[in-house]
């Protein structure tokens, strides 16, 4: 059972557009994590947001946490064939880690 | 400083089979964590040992236990395979830092195919 919802599951987009992936909870975080997973590969963190409201900038990737710390966003501007990938939210807090179902990202060139 | 590695990369078992996965942690991470990944759904927390006792338990049945060694590696191990048990078995490291796990350091994972 998957306790965070990421939407949507797949998108399939054109090299240059933007793109925004959601995460959401009906519980509040303590803290949440972007991953990204890359076909034959692990999932590598791209970032943790703690504070409700952060904003985090990674070059093209923009993250934002929800006020109430129950939801996030991750948006990509002009995206790259690169981007293409599986992208995981997960709340983290004590021993364990729990990730979301993920959105799958392709980007044509 | 070496990554997390995981052996082997691929197997085939049949149903009612065991395995064992094996895993090498990041230098200096004492806690590894465990996640099944189905194809199309994000990895499923197994268990996470720390200082070679587990540290938490995932909604997994007893058929599926571990270990962590003195160096912090660690195995897998799941007994009378089911077919559902086809999966990528990922591990994580990480440094274990209070109550709080932090980053995980994935390796790029074990396949397993349950015929």
Known sequence: TQLLEQ?????????????????????????????RQEPGEGPVLLVTVVTGGEVKKLKRLTFQFGDARKDSSLHITAAQTGDTGLYLCARTGGFKTIFGAGTRLFVKA | ETGV????????????????????????????????QALGQGPQFIFQYYREEENGRGNFPPRFSGLQFPNYSSELNVNALELDDSALYLCASSLALGSNTGELFFGEGSRLTVL
Do not use: A
Not at chain 1, 10 to 31: A, M, R, W
Not at chain 2, 8 to 34: A, D, E, F, M, Y
């Open chain 1, 7 to 35: 939407s949507p599951q797949f998108l399939s987009i054109q090299e240059g557009e933007n793109l925004t992936v959601y995460c959401n909870s009906s519980s509040v975080f303590s803290s949440l994590q972007w991953y």
């Open chain 2, 5 to 36: 590695t995981q052996s082997p990369t691929h197997l085939i078992k049949t149903r009612g089979q065991q395995v064992t996965l094996r895993c090498s942690s990041q230098s200096g991470h004492n806690t590894v964590s465990w996640y099944q």
